[in-house]
């Protein structure tokens, strides 16, 4: 099948039917999915997934077998430079070690055609101001994700893709990034970021595509998604509150004194309401998200 590259003039990023084998070991399998401008839409998947080779894919690093990718990246008529339709952080680790973070910052303003008049602000905006003179090879890796992730913002670009951008931060560094990629989004840029882990991405995602072993096994809202997780129950009678569960078909599980759900808070509490049975407590189930995704994706422990 032929590849072919397709510009988006709305400013989407995504692949269309892609398909990728190394070495005979199909990685990639018909993998199709679209991130909208405005919104930051998160790849999720375990270790080995392939979500490094999509995004090498998407960057033209790495020409798969078959299918398409979208990106504004292509749409070069305009003569503008790469870098202001769209900015990759693929390996913070690929930053030339050798260079120091002001260096590294001139470089890509240079590269995306903006004045160089943005690196001091930019330093400051990294929170990097004070290791300007500093090689990249003597920053942490957290702070080498955060000039990685300015080195992508730097032309502005209508389209972000980030490659487990939280990675080695601490908290606030994560906090940093998330709110930069929310307001990169907000601006209306197509943000695509990808992770291993659901709770990296579930502040910070609209949309959530997850992938097990090169195949997509769900697209669809974040808030769907969590939907999903359920709802946490408990009542003064147990019993009355199973009874009515089990006349409403909603399917329940006990652990101690609490029921775990799959309806919504919203539907449980009606039921309960109907049913005449006093609550002790009603609230959105949290860790079954977790197992959920672990439900949709294959056990890899065994490799
Ligand atoms: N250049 C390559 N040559 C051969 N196999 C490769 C190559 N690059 C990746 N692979 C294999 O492709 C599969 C997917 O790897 P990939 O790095 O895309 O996954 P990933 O989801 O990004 O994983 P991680 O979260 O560990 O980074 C793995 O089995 C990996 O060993």
């Excluded at 001139?106 to 290791?131: H, K, S, Y």
């Excluded at 006349?247 to 759900?261: F, I, L, P, Y």
């Excluded at 309806?263 to 309960?272: F, I, K, L």
Aim: glycine share 10%; net charge neutral.
């Amino acid at each position: 099948m032929a590849v072919t590259g397709m510009s988006t003039n709305d400013g989407a990023v995504g692949v269309a039917q892609l398909s990728h084998a190394f070495g005979g070991k199909d990685v990639l399998s018909d993998v199709s999915f679209r991130a909208e401008p405005g919104h930051v839409t998160a790849l999720l998947g375990a270790n080995g997934a392939g979500k490094t080779t999509l995004f090498k894919c998407i960057a033209g690093l790495v020409r798969p077998d078959a299918g398409r990718v979208f990106s504004p990246a292509m749409s070069l008529r305009s003569g503008q430079p790469p870098a202001q339709h769209i900015g990759f952080a693929l390996d913070a680790t690929a930053l030339h070690p050798g260079r120091s973070v002001r260096e590294t910052l001139r470089l890509a303003t240079i590269l995306a055609g903006v004045g160089r008049d943005r690196v001091g602000p930019m330093l400051d905006r990294v929170g990097l101001r004070r290791e300007g003179r500093k090689r990249v090879g003597a920053l942490s890796l957290g702070m080498r994700q955060r000039l990685a992730l300015w080195v992508a913002l730097i032309g502005d670009p209508r389209a972000l893709v980030l490659d487990e951008p939280a990675n080695g931060l601490d908290a606030y560094g994560t906090a940093w990034v998330h709110d930069t990629i929310r307001s990169a989004a907000e601006s209306g840029a197509a943000v695509l970021i990808s992770s291993h882990l659901l709770r990296d991405v579930e502040v910070v995602a609209d949309h959530l595509v997850v992938i097990d072993r090169g195949r997509v096994v769900s697209d669809g809202a974040a808030d769907d998604l969590l939907r999903l997780r359920g709802t946490h129950v408990a009542a003064a009678d147990p019993d009355a509150l199973t009874r009515a569960l089990t006349a409403r078909g909603m399917q329940h599980t006990w652990s101690a004194e609490t029921a775990t759900v799959q309806a919504s808070p919203e539907a449980v509490g009606q039921a309960a309401l109907e049913a005449g049975v006093p609550l002790l407590h009603l609230s959105q189930a949290r860790t079954d998200l977790q197992e959920l995704f672990m439900s949709m994706t294959t056990d890899r422990k065994d490799g």
